[in-house]
């Protein structure tokens, strides 16, 4: 069989995310990481060419589809779940949770195996990627439960930004819901507005101010939210929800440290 050509064709991660494989930046991973083959041969370097129309693509072992059919399904992920198509410790992943949809659908981002909630799966690379760069602002808001109740300064640190491995986050929004005193354990319940998506950023954030989370949901993201949904279950979005979502994540944001607030 051919080999892939380095100066004809069209960039494997373009490939890739235009067939709903993956984002452009995640499918540079599933590269460098060896997983594409491009006739029978593994390639690992990135910027490499290849002709969808002539060339056998595969990712682990499948090979790329033409199909271009877009879809865009929110499910509502329980605790006990990864965000992950599959995984090497054979946990169940919100794949899982829609057996039935025979696209190449993936998570656009990440929600912990103990946190619940709203997870997008989608075959579009494009909007994953633009949902995904914090430059377009595209709001997460959580729903969390931590353990003690937080003061107004402890509130304002988490609002203006904490420094997690030597990178300062993003500016928040927060507001306490309820703090509950009498229990053995006191605890509060609040809601924080993200826009960006570091790994386990919302726990880590608590954690660093003697908070830890005792319960994670992700209720929204951009202008999606779970409706009626119940954990486990998923549905399609309609076209006005996907509209509505393209145009979240094609605004620039504002800046952040104009919109971090305290409530």
């Known amino acids: ?11 494997l991660q373009k490939l890739l995310s235009a067939a709903g494989v993956a984002s452009r930046r995640a499918a540079e991973k599933l590269i460098s990481d060896g997983r594409v083959t491009v006739n029978g041969r593994t390639v690992s370097t990135l910027g490499t060419r290849a002709d969808p129309e002539a060339d056998d693509i595969r990712v682990d072992g499948r090979r790329l589809g033409r199909s271009r059919r877009r879809r865009y399904l929110l499910v509502y992920k329980p605790r006990g779940y990864i965000t992950t198509r599959s995984d090497p410790q054979q946990r169940k992943t919100v794949l899982d949770l829609v057996p039935n949809v025979r696209e190449y659908v993936y998570p656009v981002g990440r929600l912990d195996y103990d946190s619940e909630g709203l997870v997008l799966l989608t075959n579009d ?83 660093a101010i003697g908070h830890p989370v005792r319960r994670l949901r992700r209720i929204r993201l951009g202008p999606l939210r779970l409706r009626t949904l119940k954990p486990g279950q998923f549905r399609e979005l309609d076209s006005s929800e996907v509209a509505s979502l393209r145009h979240a994540a094609r605004k620039s944001s504002e800046p952040l440290r104009q919109r971090s607030s305290v409530s």
Request: net charge positive.
């Open 1 to 11: 069989m051919m080999t892939p050509n380095a100066s004809v064709g069209v960039r």
């Open 125 to 207: 690379g494009d909007l994953a990627a633009q949902i995904l760069h914090p430059r377009h602002g595209v709001e997460r808001v959580y729903e969390v439960t931590v353990r003690g109740v937080p003061n107004d300064k402890m509130l304002r640190r988490l609002a203006s930004g904490l420094r997690l491995d030597g990178c300062r986050t993003a500016p928040v929004r927060v507001r306490l819901l309820a703090g509950r005193l009498g229990l053995r354990v006191p605890e509060a319940r609040m809601h924080i507005v993200l826009q960006e998506g570091r790994n386990r950023q919302v726990r880590r954030m608590f954690d």
